[in-house]
């Protein structure tokens, strides 16, 4: 419950509810939503803030790019005594149905990065928490796909077209680089977990497109960033 070192925060919080992001500015947009936002700390790329919503408190936390970075907040979080953790991340289509702005909410993940192995063999699952992936069906009051993600490490790899191919082949539905790890490694801590996707790539469409979008656009996955950041709050903060 000491001081956490990468996240900077300790047990002294009390919380047990967490949205996490990958982009820091995000935690901005998370706070916009919340009552009585608070900045906290920000130390890499772990930006940190409180609020409450429907009067519960709640915690936002950036945790960058990639699986590494994704599991050494949970270990933190998990440390300081969070209890269930919501990832409102962004992701490309794998799939043509799955327009921009659509959302996804990640039913399993393929653990195609380099980090989760290390924790426990490939084919042990990366799953979320069913509690928390009913109410989020039964919540959403926008129409949203449910579906496998494939989270990898390599964003501008020479036969990213070829290994796109290969899974959208399997019916993955969208691409992100931090849902497995949040499924494996906050499973095997006993976390309850979530992941919810906005799409800011059209399927087959260049990577960099729908990133620069995201950080400039006024465009409809800006709403669907805002939808998913709403639907990952209304699950956390169902049960109290
Ligand atoms: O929008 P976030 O949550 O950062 O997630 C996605 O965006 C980053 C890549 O641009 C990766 O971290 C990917 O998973
Ligand atoms: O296509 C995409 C878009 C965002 N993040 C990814 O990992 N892939």
């Known amino acids: 419950m000491g001081m956490q070192p990468h996240i900077q925060l300790d047990g002294s919080l009390a919380i047990k509810k967490a949205i996490v992001v990958g982009d820091p500015a995000r935690v901005d947009i998370v706070k916009s939503v919340l009552e009585n936002p608070k900045d906290i700390t ?14 519960q408190k709640i915690l936002v936390l950036s945790t960058g790019i990639g699986a590494p970075s994704m599991a050494i907040a949970l ?5 300081i005594g969070v209890e269930k953790v919501i990832r409102a991340g962004s992701c490309g289509a794998m799939d043509r149905s799955f327009k921009v702005g659509e959302i996804m909410v990640v039913t399993g993940a393929v ?14 699952p990366a799953i979320p928490s069913s509690e928390l992936l009913i109410r989020a069906i039964k919540q ?3 129409p949203v796909k449910s579906g496998i993600a494939r989270s990898h490490d390599g964003f501008y790899m020479d036969n990213n077209m070829e290994v796109e191919d290969f899974w959208s082949h399997k019916q993955v539905l969208g691409a992100d680089m931090e849902t497995s790890t ?3 490694v906050g499973g095997l801590r006993g976390l309850q977990t979530l992941s919810i996707l906005n799409n800011i790539v059209p399927y087959m469409e260049s990577l960099a497109f729908g990133v620069n979008e995201l950080v400039s656009g006024e465009t409809q996955m800006k709403i669907g960033e805002l939808q998913s950041i709403k639907l990952a709050l209304a699950v956390l903060t169902e049960d109290e």
């Open 182 to 184: 949040l499924y494996v």
């Open 75 to 79: 270990e933190e979080l998990k440390a």
């Open 140 to 142: 959403t009051k926008i």
């Open 111 to 124: 653990r195609d990065e380099g980090l989760t192995e290390k924790y426990v063999p490939k084919f042990f």
């Open 42 to 55: 920000y130390n890499r790329e772990f930006k940190s803030a409180i609020g409450t919503f429907k009067g």
